[in-house]
Nanobody, 128 residues
Framework: QAQLVESGGGLVQAGGSLRLSCTAS????????VGWFRQAPGKEREGVSC????????RYADSVKGRFTISRDNAENTVYLEMNSLNAEDTAIYYC?????????????????????WGQGTQVTVSS
């Protein structure tokens, strides 16, 4: 059964850093583009970042540009999200999702195609 599992969330002070991991089982993650999404209480889920299957193209939401870095290790079947200079607005449940599609003409996280496999999420809480 194809599955994504996020890890690395936790409680961090403002200005701190966390690295999230999205590890796949039951599928070859190198066949998928992967995105990170987040949902804060009372807000809609938003795309944070995405990376193409070969790791060559990435996209970021404006709110995280310069602070977050997405990367992947296909040999480890894992995609990472390095988060620096965290602030209270980054508090949310973070999800990863895998897609077979990529829209190269999109300059935003909408470059990621429709997500067909979702992880269960990991909580990130930033204290101010």
């Amino acid at each position: 059964q194809a599955q994504l599992v996020e890890s690395g969330g936790g409680l961090v002070q403002a200005g701190g850093s966390l690295r999230l991991s999205c590890t796949a089982s039951g599928l070859r993650l190198e066949d998928y583009a992967v995105g990170w999404f987040r949902q804060a209480p009372g807000k809609e889920r938003e795309g944070v970042s995405c990376i193409k299957w070969d790791g060559v193209e990435m996209r970021y939401a404006d709110s995280v540009k310069g602070r977050f870095t997405i990367s992947r290790d296909n040999a480890e079947n894992t995609v990472y999200l390095e988060m620096n200079s965290l602030n209270a607005e980054d508090t949310a449940i973070y999800y990863c999702g895998a897609s077979n599609g990529w829209r190269p003409h999109k300059s935003t996280v909408q470059a990621l195609g429709d997500v067909t496999i979702w992880g269960q999420g990991t909580q990130v809480t930033v204290s101010s």
